[in-house]
């Protein structure tokens, strides 16, 4: 588990105030198929929000010690059923490559299609 300093802890909490939880932990717990996903999500964003479905609240930091464990992250804050982690990306790894950009769709109208028409030929 990485250990983090009151004003980084600080910074962290900042800069997850506007995620959504990007996994969610419900009846069944805390599984092998929970955990990877919590893994994946971390690779992919470092900070990230785990909601919590059902889960007690004397069970809630038992739940977050044991994720911190298993995975090597740090535990940022837990505030009712959502928990925030983090952890660095790795620094032999590449940022994900995004997709390529999708073309704009035909339009469905003729209204439209002629406001397209007049919008590309002011760009010649």
């Known amino acids: 588990m990485i250990e983090l300093s009151p004003s980084q802890r ?3 909490r900042a800069a997850a105030h506007h995620l959504s939880p990007t996994v969610a932990i419900a009846g069944k ?25 059902g889960i007690e609240r004397d069970e809630r930091a038992a739940l977050m010690a044991e994720i911190c464990a298993e995975l090597g992250c740090a535990p940022v ?21 995004r997709p390529a950009r999708r073309k704009a769709a035909a339009p469905k109208t003729k209204k439209q299609a002629a406001a397209a028409l007049e919008k590309k030929q002011k760009r010649k």
């Open 10 to 12: 600080r910074a962290l």
């Open 29 to 53: 717990g805390l599984t092998a198929a929970v955990l990877k996903e919590i893994d994946v999500s971390l690779k992919a964003h470092e900070l990230i929000k785990v909601k919590l479905h």
């Open 77 to 97: 804050q837990s505030i009712g059923n959502i928990l925030v982690l983090w952890r660095p990306k790795p620094e032999g790894e590449a940022a994900p490559k």
